[in-house]
């Protein structure tokens, strides 16, 4: 049987994630073909589907991405510093720097507070592997902590055990748009004089106690990876700060630490915003706040219908968070037995992450072992993350729902 007139022959997905972006072939015929569709079900759900994205805003992205190609500045002016001043204000920062990803504004922004080598810098032992990368590009070293493993955010009674008189930052992570208990692990940091540096790739818009992530502590980059809940069409980042002198030395740091053309105070390097990325950016900040009431609404309802599932860990939102679902991330012993089942049934899922930093091959010369981070590891070894973006339809949500269900039956 061929596919439905107007579906896609691959996955419109770009990871949820990062790193190479993945078009993940769709199912083969016979799965999607099996027997079991009642009318109306959805023949193939993808992980994200960012073709909707686009094209729900397309007009719009097109007039912007015109208007900066036709302005003739392709590197920095309007654009870019538009983008910054309405990407601080949403924050709630004094101050955005726009940066080239979410990688390079991490590893901009700990150069800028002078982590180098010798210097300690605290990360959890379940992130993407960039957190860890940043602090090891400075030439400093990354001091792994465990998360709570219901949250997935670090924790910051092992932070506070964690710390040693080399200690010089601390990058907790919102990861999958939930923030991190940011309190205990602020009053860490002014107990030791340490630097707090919010890892917010996939926070944009999350509250922690009413307070926009990425404007409570020294400073917070962001990725804009095309996946993400504010994605560019390439790649992009930023470095949010309400810390002038900082923001200035980002600023020179992404520019071959020059303020004034041709002359360099500093070794800087080239790591600035694409100014076509910030005008597509700027119109995707307008749709951000309806967009993520759609994630949260999708997450209402998995958290919901997916409640008592045998064997199925559902993520848990402190009573004071407002993620943000960039991912909506659930956790079973049955990992991979339940991602075959999805995807027999066309249902598109990942896994953020497979291997827990520590674990990768980069890591090698540093000595770790199997069983020294062992909630990073289980993690590693039991997280799905299901279908979750904002145009995940009723329709396609029951679906994957249903599908769960039928390989996990709901105890009693
Ligand atoms: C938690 C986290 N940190 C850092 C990054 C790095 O961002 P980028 O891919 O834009 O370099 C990402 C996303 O890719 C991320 O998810």
Redesign the pocket.
């Known amino acids: 049987m061929s596919a439905a007139p107007g579906r896609p022959k691959q996955a419109r997905t770009a990871a949820g994630?990062?790193?190479t972006p993945v078009s993940v072939a769709r199912p083969p015929e016979e799965a999607r073909t099996a027997g079991r569709k009642a009318e109306g079900t959805p023949e193939f759900v993808p992980f994200l589907d960012l073709a909707a994205g686009y094209a729900e805003l397309q007009a719009d992205i097109e007039a912007a991405v015109l208007r900066s190609l036709r302005s003739a500045r392709y590197i920095g002016g309007e654009e870019v510093e538009g983008f910054e001043a309405e990407f601080a204000t949403f924050t709630g920062a004094r101050h955005c720097t726009g940066a080239s990803?979410?990688?390079?504004a991490?590893s901009l922004a700990l150069r800028a507070m002078d982590v180098g080598p010798g210097d300690e810098v605290i990360v959890p032992s379940n992130?993407?592997i960039?957190?860890w990368f940043a602090v090891s590009q400075c030439g400093a070293t990354p001091v792994a902590v465990e998360p709570i493993e219901t949250t997935g955010n670090i924790d910051p009674a092992r932070v506070a055990e964690a710390v040693t008189p080399r200690t010089k930052a601390i990058i907790p992570?919102h990861?999958y748009g939930q923030p991190a208990d940011m309190d205990p692990l602020w009053a860490i940091a002014r107990q030791h004089g340490l630097r707090v540096l919010e890892?917010a790739?996939?926070a944009h818009g999350a509250l922690y106690k009413s307070r926009r992530v990425g404007a409570t502590t020294d400073a917070a980059?962001w990725?804009?990876?095309p996946g993400?809940n504010l994605g560019a069409f390439g790649?992009?980042?930023a470095l949010t700060t309400d810390d002038a002198t900082l923001a200035e030395r980002v600023r020179a740091l992404r520019n071959y630490g020059s303020q004034q053309k041709y002359v360099s105070d500093v070794q800087g390097g080239n790591q600035r915003l694409d100014p076509v990325q910030a005008a597509a950016l700027r119109v995707k900040l307008k749709a951000l706040p309806r967009w993520n009431a759609r994630r949260a609404e999708i997450a209402a309802r998995y958290l919901k219908d997916l409640a008592g599932v045998e064997a199925l860990g559902l993520p848990e939102v402190p009573q004071w968070a407002t993620p943000v679902w960039h991912l909506f991330v659930v956790r079973t012993p049955h990992r991979d037995a339940l991602q075959k089942h999805l995807a027999a049934a066309g249902v598109e899922t990942l896994v953020h992450y497979p291997i827990a930093p520590h674990m990768q091959k980069a890591y090698a010369h540093a000595g770790y072992r199997l069983g020294q981070f062992p909630i990073a590891e289980r993690l590693a070894a039991q997280v799905l993350s299901l279908p979750m973006g904002p145009h995940l339809t009723d329709a396609q949500q029951g679906y994957v729902i249903d599908t769960i269900r039928s390989f996990a039956p709901v105890a009693r």
């Open positions: 994630g990062e790193g990803n979410g990688l390079d991490l992130t993407f960039a957190t992570v990861l890892d790739a996939q980059a990725s804009f990876y993400k790649d992009a980042g």
